[in-house]
């Protein structure tokens, strides 16, 4: 949870109403949830779970605004930890939230969840000219390592035994990006 709201850790149930587009009984979504990459991403954990089980925290969340509970978007993790301790995010938002800084916010909470259960080191990525998204995790302290022909690349890492050090840890490969964050982020890829 974070000042403005709540990453809900999605079940299998609520993630196959996701992919299907029509909401549960209890669920509160925003106009325009969930849309083409909140629906790729759960149908990637429904993947996940089906071969290895649901690997919450690992898994996929949903972004509710702590104000009204209305779903505006997901963030998650592509998968538990590799061998070396590193995970891949995703994270979007439907247009009307876009610009608000709930998308950095987010992230930094997802972060945060990573820290806490062990991992060293957590990476995203953005296309060449999707500087939204690049800016977003950038605020959320994630540093640029690099770009290829398609994306720009990000990355934190945290020292053993960092969890417990509150802001402490985090290393840059090679330099920062940063500035304002536009109106604009990207909806999460297919995996």
């Avoid at 909401?23 to 759960?42: C, E």
């Avoid at 800084?101 to 995203?124: D, M």
Wanted: hydrophobic letters at 40%.
């Amino acid at each position: 949870m974070t000042t403005r709201l709540v990453l809900h850790p999605l079940t299998p149930a609520e993630a196959e109403c996701v992919v299907q587009g029509r909401p549960g009984p209890d669920a509160l979504w925003a106009p325009d949830y969930p849309n083409d990459g909140d629906r790729a991403g759960a149908r990637h954990f429904l993947e996940h779970c089906a071969d290895t089980g649901n690997p919450q925290p690992f898994g996929a969340y949903e972004i509710r605004l702590r104000e009204d509970g209305h779903a505006i978007g997901g963030v998650g993790f592509h998968g538990v930890p590799d061998d070396r301790g590193q995970v891949t995010i995703g994270y979007g938002l439907i247009p009307a939230m876009r610009g608000k800084g709930y998308a950095s916010e987010a992230l930094r909470a997802l972060l945060g969840i990573a820290r806490a259960a062990g991992v060293a080191s957590v990476r995203g990525d953005a296309d060449l000219d999707n500087t939204a998204s690049q800016h977003v995790m950038a605020a959320a302290g994630m540093h640029f390592v690099g770009e290829d022909d398609l994306l720009r690349h990000y990355r934190i890492d945290w020292t053993a035994g960092s969890a417990a050090e509150p802001g402490g840890g985090a290393t840059a490969m090679d330099g920062a990006a940063g500035s304002e964050p536009s109106a604009e982020v990207s909806a999460r890829r297919p995996s």
